[in-house]
């Protein structure tokens, strides 16, 4: 779930980017979106990291670390029984606060964003580096259950 919430940051922020505006029915997406964000690779996911990477919003060492965590929640989703019944299978705590990180990030980055073309926050004091989103509260509660539950296994 955490990781589906930072994947979610990622490719719907990206999009949202490009969003001009709605037709009654959906999002109206800008074309740039395919010329400055699909273009650079086959996989939304990768081509919306790469946009972020370009924004200077993340790393490319924060993308390695993304992908290794892509590759951990993979490993997780395709060994359920595992990830559930053997103890050293549980989910890792610290990949869970890691995919917290970014999630905050990125949400950070986007809620800048908003913050500095939105003229409702004109003459408002920002606190830019306080900014979270609703999905980074609700991966909170998901990682506070996580750790609750690895406390109870190892007691």
């Not at 999009?15 to 086959?42: A, M």
């Not at 390695?64 to 050293?88: F, G, M, T």
Request: proline fraction near 3%; charge should be negative; charged fraction near 30%.
């Amino acid at each position: 779930m955490a990781f589906h919430l930072l994947k979610s940051s990622i490719v719907e922020g990206v999009k949202g980017f490009f969003i001009n505006g709605h037709n009654g029915k959906e999002f109206i997406i800008s074309p740039d979106y395919k010329d400055k964000v699909l273009s650079r690779s086959k996989y939304e996911f990768e081509a919306s990291l790469i946009f972020l990477l370009e924004s200077e919003a993340l790393t490319s060492n924060d993308i390695n670390e993304i992908q290794l965590l892509r590759d951990y929640r993979n490993k997780l989703a395709h060994d359920i029984p595992s990830s559930i019944y053997v103890k050293k299978h549980f989910v890792d705590p610290d990949k869970i606060d890691r995919a917290g990180y970014f999630l905050n990030k990125v949400d950070n980055f986007w809620g800048c964003i908003e913050a500095d073309t939105n003229p409702d926050f004109t003459n408002e004091d920002i606190d830019y580096e306080g900014i979270t989103s609703i999905r980074y509260q609700t991966f909170q509660i998901i990682a506070e259950i996580v750790r609750e539950t690895k406390k109870d296994n190892d007691t």
